[in-house]
């Protein structure tokens, strides 16, 4: 166990909808990192918070939108879903950028 | 319908033999270099990291070596367990910090 929750663990949604993946980072984490995973792009890093503030972007389509509360926690938002978006989502946390980072179980979301 | 994914690379080894999984990464400016495993069903597990100011570094049965010269990074697992099956992942950071870039992963079996 990582210490990091994301939740749902499972998410069916249908095509032009919108959802939101959650996440809670290990006690004490500042940095928040999202990730998707799916069969033909593999691991590809999205977005970046630490803090609060947005560090850093990566393969994030505009639909998709992120930020993290003051609590630290973060949250995903995927809208005008379509096919491709099928995929599993992943947080991960560390403590300072630069450190290791901790993932949690993922988000497996399914646009049907 | 065929469906389409990542071909990943396997290694099959037996049961108490050593293991070397091999990367290329891309980035010359990379500083930072991690490898993950990852379970069937489960989010990426940090296993051992290494800085571009070391050419080696050893954990509990592992070994990470770094070849800065042809951009090389590779995993030695010594006495293979079958818990080590897994796909493992190697990770440059960039981006000061912000990101992991994930390689393709190669598909680790153990034969019994």
């Known amino acids: 166990d990582s210490g990091v929750t994301q939740t749902p663990k499972h998410l069916i949604t249908a095509t032009g909808q919108r959802v939101t993946l959650r996440c809670s980072p290990r006690?004490?984490?500042?940095?928040v990192y999202w990730y998707q995973q799916s069969l033909d792009q593999g691991l590809q890093f999205l977005i970046h918070?630490?803090?609060?503030?947005?560090?850093a972007k990566g393969n994030i389509l505009e639909r998709f939108s992120a930020q993290q509360f003051p609590d630290l926690h973060s949250e995903l938002n995927l809208s005008s879903l379509e096919l491709g978006d099928s995929a599993l989502y992943f947080c991960?946390?560390?403590?300072?950028?630069?450190?290791?980072?901790?993932f949690g179980p993922g988000t497996r979301l399914t646009v049907l | 319908g065929e469906s389409v994914g990542l071909h990943l690379p396997t290694l099959s080894v037996q049961e108490g033999d050593n293991s070397i999984i091999n990367c290329a990464y891309s980035?010359?400016?990379?500083?930072?270099f991690i490898w993950y495993k990852q379970e069937s069903g489960k989010g990426p597990q940090f296993i051992i990291d290494?800085?571009?100011?070391?050419d080696k570094r050893q954990g509990q049965r592992v070994t990470v070596l770094l070849n800065k010269t042809v951009k090389h990074l590779s995993l030695q697992i010594a006495a293979t367990q079958p818990g080590d099956s897994a796909v493992y992942f190697c990770?440059?950071?960039?981006?000061?910090?912000?990101?992991?870039?994930f390689g393709t992963g190669t598909q680790l079996k153990v034969e019994l």
């Open positions: 991960a946390s560390s403590d300072i950028p630069y450190n290791e980072q901790f």
């Open positions: 006690s004490g984490d500042l940095s």
């Open positions: 918070y630490y803090n609060g503030e947005e560090r």
């Open positions: 980035n010359s400016a990379s500083d930072y």
């Open positions: 290494i800085r571009s100011n070391m």
């Open positions: 990770a440059e950071n960039t981006g000061g910090g912000n990101k992991l870039t």
